[in-house]
């Protein structure tokens, strides 16, 4: 008697070979994957192209073919396993014979099989991630990492540990982040230097025809829209109309570097605070020959009390400028904590009074309000002022913000990331906007004489020769 199709598809579940139910892109993914020996896999792909549906055949695939796995397959959402996961996952099963079909445990989140494997799966919203804990796990999927609000945490604290003592393995796959400072892009980035990467676009899903595909497209804005290039070309890119400083991306190659400091130089310093939020601290100077500001290093900390700051703050201004001053310090915060923070402190936390070469190390720290009126021309005034703005490449927190900073979907604030535990609001960009706005350009920071060394005509204006006397000065406003 000629078989069944039921046959032959219980055959291959017996013998755990699901690649039935793939399509060539996702065949060619598992192959990859079987083949790499690095324990994360990434695969970062184009929307339609059925990741959610491969994950859900790998994972299942594993709990057939080792008895008594333990395999972890984390979502965004709990929204996302209701509406998605375990829909796809019944969809899947239906052809499973009834004798080896694990059954649902909805309570526990647990997909539970005859030869004793586990799929445990969760969202990771609402603090979701710690149900995936356990001693130890075989196989974990992150499906959507790149919208997962703290992949750092989930990757690094939750599930790596689990891996460890019994060499499992990770795969991470998604279209995507809307932000490149999301944690999915430098997954994706240390995967492409061990050969743990695969790739595919919405050419890569021959179950999409080329209407369909045409389709995408056209709704996406067209293929070279920026919806179109990431979420149907998997490319990564960020979303101009959410893009803070949309600018930024394209000038970065000549901002960040570094810049020989001036002999003579106004400083400032300018500080978005925050608490649950990061704070961060920019520290700059103007170079008034060339006409640039030059934003020279940075300090960012979390749940910082003022004291704190200011201790942090003056010692890093120390290690910069020795005893030359800021001009000016400004900061964003509620007025009483600048009141808090407008005191005497030590540069070195229960130093009194200690003198050295330089002078004592006590500061006066003063500290002023930041202007935030007209707080979107402040920002269009950062966005135009780019072109004399340079970083220094040790500012990985300033630049990171202004790379990736993206407004909320209302653009009534900026979007909240929490990356590792650290919460960005993407403060960085604050820093340097309110830099822009309150460090003098003008002020000229050069030596009356110039006959000092390192001084010209050229660096300073012209004086006269000899200096009017309180006397000719009086006559000016002499009654006549």
Known sequence: MKPTRRD??????????????LHAGQVSVLVAFAACTSRRFVVECARRWGKSWFACVLAITFALQRPGAQIRYAAPTQRMVRKIITPLMREIL??????????????????RFPNGSEIHVAGCDAGGADALRGTSTDLAIVDEAGFVDDLEYLVQSVLLPQLLTVDGRMVLISTPSVSPDHAWTTYCEEAEKTDAYYHATIYDAPHITAEQREEFFREAGGEKSI?????LLAERVIDETRAVVPEFAAAEPSIVREHPRPPYFNAFVAGDIGFVDLAVFAFAYVDFKAGLLVVEDEVSMQRAKSTDINVVVAKKERALWGAQRPRIRVIDAAAITVADMDERVDVVKGERAARDADGPHIHDMRWQLAQKDEADAALNALRVFLPKLVIRPRCTTIRAHLRGGIWNKSRTSYERVERAGVRHHFDGIDAVKYLVRHADMHANPYPMDWQRPGVSPDTHFVIPATPPTKRALASLFRRQ
């Open 94 to 111: 239906e052809d499973c014979p009834e004798d080896i079909r694990p059954t649902w445990n909805v309570q526990e989140g647990v997909w």
């Open 8 to 21: 032959v598809v219980h055959a291959f579940w017996r013998d755990s070979d699901l690649e039935y139910l």
């Open 227 to 231: 919806a179109a290039r990431r979420e």
